[in-house]
């Protein structure tokens, strides 16, 4: 079974910085890609953040410049560093992983986290 954890969300002003942290765990055998996702009240969900096994990094236009995803692969973790939050930033977070387990080696599955919520106030 795999688990992805969120963590570090919270309240806060605009203009300020949080960093999100996600941790993944289960019978992993790797893991591909990592990202970011946010679903604001009566919207859809949309890519935040994207990055590949390799590093290459992509972002939504409207988050460029401010946030910057990262991932540890020994730790299996992936984080997202939120600068000049804005109040439209405001959404639930939720990491994902595309990866393989040990008990399905030969197949990619995309796991899910809960989600952590982010506000930031005006």
């Known amino acids: 079974q795999v688990q992805l954890v969120e963590s570090g969300g919270g309240l806060v002003q605009a203009g300020g910085s949080l960093r999100l942290s996600c941790q993944a765990s289960?019978?992993?055998?790797?893991?591909?890609?990592m990202g970011w996702y946010r679903q604001a009240p009566g919207k859809q969900r949309e890519l935040v953040a994207h990055?590949?096994?390799?590093?290459?990094?992509n972002y939504t236009g409207s988050v460029k410049d401010r946030f910057t995803i990262s991932r540890d692969n020994a730790k299996k973790m992936v984080y997202l560093q939120m600068d000049y939050l804005k109040p439209e930033d405001t959404a639930r977070y939720y990491c994902?992983?595309?990866?393989?387990?040990?008990?399905?080696?030969?197949?990619?599955?995309?796991?899910w986290g809960q989600g952590t919520q982010v506000t930031v106030s005006s």
């Open positions: 994902n992983a595309d990866l393989r387990t040990s008990y399905s080696p030969l197949r990619r599955n995309v796991y």
């Open positions: 289960g019978s992993i055998i790797s893991i591909n890609a």
């Open positions: 990055i590949n096994n390799g590093g290459t990094t």
